[in-house]
């Protein structure tokens, strides 16, 4: 059974950094695509990062590019999102997911990813 556990939120203030991580237990991530996504109150799941198995591959929704960086280590089986230069409008939920297929990459769509985090908190304040 594939978990994947999120940690690494928190409250901080706007222009702060934080660093996500999420673990895995069940497969191995060298094989896997990994996503990020988060959500707001009241609205819909919105893709954030994703990073290829390889780690040669990465997308960035157009509202994080230059503040997140995805990266991995797939000898911890553990991928990160280092979030720096933070603004109130990130304030979300963080869930970390990965699609069921090996070798795939499906970077944008929620519906592509099988396996999902209970997510973690991001609060930046103003």
């Known amino acids: 059974q594939v978990q994947l556990v999120e940690s690494g939120g928190g409250l901080v203030q706007a222009g702060g950094s934080l660093r996500l991580s999420c673990t895995a237990s069940?497969?191995?991530?060298?094989?896997?695509?990994l996503g990020w996504f988060r959500q707001a109150p009241g609205k819909e799941r919105d893709f954030v990062a994703a990073?290829?198995?390889?780690?040669?591959?990465?997308d960035y929704a157009d509202s994080v590019k230059g503040r997140f960086t995805i990266s991995r280590n797939n000898a911890k089986n553990t991928v990160y999102l280092q979030m720096n230069s933070l603004k109130p409008e990130d304030t979300a939920v963080y869930f970390c997911a990965t699609p069921r297929r090996t070798f795939y990459y499906p970077p944008t769509r929620p519906a592509s990813y099988d396996y999902w985090g209970q997510g973690t908190q991001v609060t930046v304040s103003s």
């Open positions: 990073i290829s198995w390889s780690g040669s591959s990465t």
């Open positions: 069940g497969r191995a991530l060298s094989t896997a695509t």
